[in-house]
């Protein structure tokens, strides 16, 4: 694609993105860059100004829209999800975000329009069906993790450990133990954990990884005290690991009157298998774009439903599903429980069909097998890198995701970013780097159950040749990448901390970063 002078994109036609071989991918412009104002793509009869209802806050100026034609419209976001890489075109082994295939009998379920073209403020009286998806999907959440309530309403992983820790403190403050302000999070714990517990003014106490990469019940019982009012605990840990001592802690959190939030976010590896209840935790989100497939990434939407135990089910948010009569009712009226509503509704509605989707055509003997074939993976892609790649904690199998760390690239002057960048143009989506922080340089890969043999084994010889390609000292090959993206290394922080949010004319741009 080429520019004129005013910054105008010529060409539109032949543009976009060609094909993913190419080394220099088009730029792809903006609508407003395509578009022009003196353009509609539709025709509208010519308004009858009736009455001017707006109290003389009409616009003063024209409403600024780029007109295009509907194929010109249709082409842009064509060619903008081909500058993506996806699920539907690649692996995508980025851990501790299980990418999944999403089935696309779910799709077709979230589509049918009495789930889809249904709004929140419609009589509960026409909504009985979609009531009742959600009181079964409620259900099999309780049933695959042993727990007394379940809050839907989360809107995700995060949104649900707010949800489950506010239950938690709600419960404090009714039993009189409102002292309680610190809460226990060990070092391999996800991200969002203290940032939680945080946000809920509680001070957060570390509890250090032993070698092996799980929390020692030791020094968890040597961090109780009667200030402490639960602990965060990932399981399987974001090494992707068991924590074998799960049930020792869990009765020492009880002993000392504090409460077990679990973060069930990684529940595929043991869904069907193990139900949390039984490990002792009160609380635990299951992120549903995780475990039950579902699309995600892009910022949404997810669904982070919360399981209660019996002590805390009393402090579930409304809304929630319950039987009245021959029918259901959406109970929504605060005074019922202490928490309030933590969302303006009851949820993501099309999250929650295609989770119960996978689930009803799985059955529970095909989420065991899902779970089952998801750490099968990980091990494969384990045993066939052992010897060349370093795993920092050899010890334990995996479970649903393998973590490396970078010493096997010592000497080497290429690092965990270049690493990661150079899968970029063999075709994969890097990766989870520099995450967990417990190890240097962390590469953590999770394929997931959805992938076939065939794909594992050509991930793997990618990553052998890779290193292969390291060790041998061509940096060049790392340093340089990507070269078949659409942009090479972009500065990242900056377009956190300056982006750019508005639309202006280009000529008025100062040059992007890249
Ligand atoms: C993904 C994830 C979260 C956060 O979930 P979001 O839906 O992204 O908010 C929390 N904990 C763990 C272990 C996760 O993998």
Not at 204 to 221: C, E, L, M, N, W
Not at 231 to 257: D, K, S, W, Y
């Amino acid at each position: 694609m080429s520019m004129n002078t005013q910054g105008r994109p010529t060409g539109i036609g032949s543009g976009g993105a060609g094909g993913n071989g190419s080394s220099m991918l088009p730029n792809e412009p903006l609508l407003f860059e395509i578009g022009d104002r003196e353009h509609s793509g539709v025709d509208l009869p010519e308004v009858e100004i009736v009455t001017d209802r707006l109290g003389g806050f009409d616009r003063a100026s024209a409403l600024d829209l780029p007109g295009l034609t509907e194929p010109e419209a249709m082409r842009h976001y064509v060619r903008l999800s081909r500058l993506n890489h996806s699920i539907d075109s690649g692996m995508y082994p980025l851990g501790s975000c299980t990418m999944k295939h999403n089935p696309r009998l779910n799709e077709k379920m979230a589509r049918l329009p009495g789930f889809a073209d249904i709004h929140p403020l419609q009589p509960v009286s026409t909504v009985q069906g979609a009531l009742q998806l959600m009181e079964e999907l409620s259900h099999w959440l309780m049933t695959l993790t042993g727990t007394a309530a379940v809050a839907l309403s989360p809107k995700a992983g995060a949104h649900g450990e707010l949800c489950g820790m506010m239950a938690i403190k709600a419960a404090h403050e009714a039993r009189g133990q409102a002292h309680r302000t610190v809460v226990l999070v060990p070092e391999s714990a996800h991200g969002t954990n203290p940032a939680t517990a945080a946000f809920l003014g509680y001070s957060v106490k570390p509890i250090p990884a032993r070698a092996d990469g799980t929390v020692d019940a030791s020094a968890v019982v040597a961090a109780l005290s009667p200030d402490v009012a639960a602990i965060m605990l990932t399981n399987p840990n974001t090494c992707g690991l068991f924590e074998p001592q799960i049930r020792e802690i869990a009765a020492a959190v009880h002993e000392a009157g504090a409460y077990f939030y679990c973060d069930g976010a990684n529940f595929n590896a043991i869904m069907g298998v193990v139900r949390p209840g039984d490990l002792g935790i009160d609380a635990m989100h299951i992120n549903l774009h995780k475990t039950f497939s579902t699309p995600h990434g892009g910022g949404g939407p997810g669904a982070g439903p919360v399981v209660l135990s019996e002590a805390l089910a009393p402090f579930a948010p409304v809304p929630f599903v319950r039987k009245a009569g021959d029918g259901l009712e959406l109970v929504e009226h605060p005074q019922e429980t202490a928490l309030g509503r933590i969302t303006a509704f009851h949820g993501q509605m099309g999250m929650y069909v295609r989770a119960l989707t996978y689930m009803l055509s799985h059955g529970g003997d095909g989420l065991a097998q899902a779970a089952r074939d998801a750490v099968l993976n990980a091990n494969y892609i384990r045993a066939r890198l052992a010897d060349v790649f370093s795993l920092p904690f050899p010890d334990y199998p995996a479970m649903h995701e393998v973590l490396f760390d970078d010493s096997f690239l010592e000497g080497s002057g290429v690092s965990t970013l270049d690493f990661a960048k150079a899968l970029i143009d063999e075709g994969f989506h890097p990766m989870t780097m520099y995450f967990p922080l417990v190890v240097h340089g962390a590469m953590l890969i999770e394929p997931t159950e959805s992938e076939s043999r065939q794909t594992l084994d050509h991930f793997c010889d990618v990553m052998l040749d890779l290193a292969r390609s390291a060790k041998a000292g061509d940096k060049e090959r790392f340093t340089a990448a990507p070269t078949r993206a659409p942009r090479r290394r972009l500065d990242e922080t900056r377009a956190a901390r300056t982006p750019r949010l508005t639309w202006s004319p280009p000529e008025d741009l100062p040059q992007a970063a890249e």
